[in-house]
T-cell receptor, first 114, second 113 residues
């Protein structure tokens, strides 16, 4: 257990559904990340938050909407997803955005879009 | 943008033997950090070892060590005395001045009893 939790661990949704992924860390970190992990591909960075402000958005489709209400919580709101969005979604946190510390990862949410 | 390449999608090693996972990267920066992460079947990714580019000495953590060749932009991971619990996906990652992490595609390691 690295201090980063994600819920739910598994999610199956239809293309017209709206769902949210939740990430929580109690490590006192200021930076939080959403990654998409697909088979045989490098981790794709989706969003970066530092002190609750979004600092990076790597051209992610608008059907993914992040929310960071405080430095301990990060959400990823999902709406009208496509089957190709099926993947493992990983949340990570780091002490500070500009530090050289490693990232701490959550266990991920396995998302299947039907 | 920096790229990280792991050319071995799958590797296997006999229990108690030694295995080396390869990683190369492309960068024009002189100061950066390199990481190896392990992702067991339960999926939570954890840090295995970290190397600062300005340090010539290779990092070691118990049975895990790296062979860092800065000029060749190579960062391989050696696992000695392999154990069943070492079976996992291993990801090489680069972190440079921008702060962003770049990951390789991973190497799936199987440990044969």
């Amino acid at each position: 257990e690295t201090g980063v939790t994600q819920t739910p661990r598994h999610l199956v949704m239809g293309m017209t559904n709206k769902k949210s992924l939740k990430c929580e860390q109690h490590l006192g970190h200021n930076a939080m990340y959403w990654y998409k992990q697909s088979a045989k591909k490098p981790l794709e960075l989706m969003f970066v938050y530092s002190l609750e402000e979004r600092v990076e958005n790597n051209s992610v489709p608008s059907r993914f909407s992040p929310e960071c209400p405080n430095s301990s919580h990060l959400f990823l709101h999902l709406h009208t997803l496509q089957p190709e969005d099926s993947a493992l979604y990983l949340c990570a946190s780091r002490l500070k955005l500009d530090s050289y510390n490693e990232q701490f990862f959550g266990p991920g949410t396995r998302l299947t879009v039907l | 943008a920096q790229t990280v390449t792991q050319s071995q999608p799958e590797m296997s090693v006999q229990e108690a033997e030694t295995v080396t996972l390869s990683c190369t990267y492309d960068t024009s920066e002189s100061d950066y950090y390199l990481f190896w992460y392990k992702q067991p079947p339960s999926r939570q990714m954890i840090l295995v070892i970290r190397q600062e580019a300005y340090k010539q000495q290779n990092a070691t953590e118990n049975r895990f060590s790296v062979n860092f060749q800065k000029a060749a932009k190579s960062f391989s991971l050696k696992i000695s005395d392999s154990q069943l619990g070492d079976a996992a996906m291993y990801f090489c990652a680069y972190r440079g001045f921008s702060g962003q992490f770049y990951f390789g595609t991973g190497t799936s390691l199987t440990v044969i009893p």
